[in-house]
């Protein structure tokens, strides 16, 4: 099993930043992927941004720009560097794990295997 805990949320203005951050206990060595999704109310989660194990990376068309994610040495922890916030990226967000390429490639979460609680972000106009 792994356990996924995420920090890191809050409230900001339009144009702020915040980073959000994803600590990954247990048995990391099975991951493959880590990415961060997002749900705002009344629809759907999606994907925001993935990480592989060799570092590549891949972002979602809206936040491409903007948004940076990224691992430490170990790769026990992923962030979500978030600039320029709009308040379309109010949401919930949350980190996600996986074994397999899908994950990172297609920002599909039907490949995540695990979750974290999910974060709160608010962005005001």
């Known amino acids: 099993q792994v356990q996924l805990v995420e920090s890191g949320g809050g409230s900001v203005q339009a144009g702020g930043s915040l980073r959000l951050s994803c600590a990954a206990s247990?048995?990391?060595?099975?991951?493959?992927?880590m990415g961060w999704f997002r749900q705002a109310p009344g629809k759907e989660r999606e994907g925001v941004a993935t990480i592989e194990s060799d570092g590549s990376t891949t972002y979602a068309d809206s936040v491409q720009g903007r948004f940076t994610i990224s691992q430490d040495n170990a790769k026990n922890n992923t962030y979500l560097q978030m600039n320029s916030l709009k308040p379309e990226d109010t949401a919930v967000y949350y980190c996600?794990?996986?074994?397999?390429?899908?994950?990172?490639?297609?920002?599909?979460?039907?490949?995540?295997?695990?979750w974290g609680q999910g974060t709160q972000v608010t962005v005001s106009s």
């Open positions: 996600a794990a996986g074994p397999s390429w899908h994950l990172c490639a297609l920002l599909d979460s039907d490949y995540a295997n695990y």
């Open positions: 247990g048995y990391t060595y099975s991951i493959y992927c």
